[in-house]
Antibody, heavy 116, light 108 residues
């Protein structure tokens, strides 16, 4: 079965760092781009960017450039989303998804709550 | 950046009725590089339509997509109770890929 499994919910304080994970299985992980999508409370889906696990080539949404970093470890079939200094506005559900034209396989999502 | 505008924002229909959702791009997304997703509360989005008109694996044939260039449509021929959700279009024609703001399909 092709699937993406994301790390568990996080509760953090402003200014803290955070790394979310997304582990793929059931397919050749390095050869598909992985997308990250944000869903803020009461808002629509937001495309954050993509990473190619083979070489970690990454493309970011202009609105998020510099605020997050993508990485990947092809040896463990895992992609990561890194926040260096969280803000309250980072509170959201974060999804990873496999890019095959559209996004055909999704992780279950990771809830991130940032509050002092 | 290509901006996708979905209409209507909210539509109220009854089970058995036909739903027609629109997605318009600020410029051509290039051939048919458009996907539609269904989003229900507490669930990850689900790919419905890829390449503007190809149903994803396991999607019932009451869902259909059409259009090209800048104007796209998702049609649900006969609404089932489980179809009431938020629907998003998303393009992948050029970076950055973007989503529309969503159409909320609610029960009348």
């Amino acid at each position: 079965e092709v699937q993406l499994v994301q790390s568990g919910a996080e509760v953090k304080k402003p200014g803290e760092s955070l790394k979310l994970s997304c582990k793929g299985s059931g397919y050749t992980f390095p050869t598909y781009w992985i997308a990250w999508v944000r869903h803020m409370p009461g808002k629509g889906l937001e495309w954050m960017g993509i990473i190619y696990p083979t070489d970690s080539d990454s493309r970011y949404s202009p609105s998020l450039q510099g605020q997050v970093t993508f990485s990947a470890d092809k040896s463990t079939s895992t992609a990561y989303l890194h926040f260096s200094s969280l803000k309250a506005s980072d509170t959201a559900m974060y999804y990873c998804a496999r890019l095959a034209g559209g996004m055909d396989v999704w992780g279950q999502g990771t809830t991130v709550t940032v509050s002092s | 950046e290509i901006v996708l505008t979905q209409s209507p924002g909210t539509v109220s229909l009854s089970p058995g009725e036909r739903a027609t959702l629109s997605c318009r791009a600020s410029r051509s997304v290039g051939s048919s590089y458009l996907a539609w997703y269904q989003k229900k509360p507490g669930q990850a989005p689900r790919l419905l339509i890829d390449g503007a008109s190809s149903r994803a694996t396991g999607i019932p044939d009451r869902f259909s997509g059409s259009g090209s260039g800048t104007d796209f449509t998702l049609t649900i021929s006969r609404l089932e109770p489980e179809d009431f959700a938020v629907y998003y279009c998303q393009h992948y024609g050029s970076l950055p890929y973007t989503f529309g703001q969503g159409t909320n399909l609610e029960i009348k």
